[in-house]
């Protein structure tokens, strides 16, 4: 059974950095996606980072590009989000997913993943 378990958050003030991470577990194959979405309170599930392992192709949400990184360590069991110069607009509780099934649509869909993680808190103060 997969586990994906994410690092606590944090709380920063605007324009500092967090680095989330993610430990994943219990899958022998490759992760088709590895991803991180957020949701604010009162809002939908939305796509930040996704990473596409076998060909290395990272993909950003327009409101995150140039300010947040996705990366994974080389085994691929680690999926990190380096979060930069970040906004009250930020905060949210971020998730880690993974897609191991086939899937035909956008990656930033989320029912494109079927593991996911527990959530972790994310708070930006102005």
């Known amino acids: 059974q997969v586990q994906l378990v994410e690092s606590a958050g944090g709380s920063v003030q605007t324009g500092g950095s967090l680095r989330l991470s993610c430990a994943a577990s219990?899958?022998?194959?490759?992760?088709?996606?590895m991803a991180w979405f957020r949701q604010a309170p009162g809002k939908e599930r939305e796509a930040v980072a996704a990473?596409?392992?076998?060909?290395?192709?990272?993909l950003y949400a327009d409101s995150v590009k140039g300010r947040f990184t996705i990366s994974q360590d080389n085994a691929g069991n680690t999926l990190y989000l380096q979060m930069n110069s970040l906004k009250p607009e930020d905060t949210a509780k971020y998730y880690c997913?993974?897609?191991?099934?086939?899937?035909?649509?956008?990656?930033?869909?989320?029912?494109?993943?079927?593991?996911w993680g527990q959530g972790t808190q994310v708070t930006v103060s102005s």
């Open positions: 219990g899958y022998t194959g490759r992760y088709i996606y």
């Open positions: 990473i596409y392992p076998g060909a290395g192709t990272t």
């Open positions: 997913a993974a897609q191991t099934r086939a899937y035909v649509g956008n990656w930033a869909s989320v029912q494109r993943y079927n593991y």
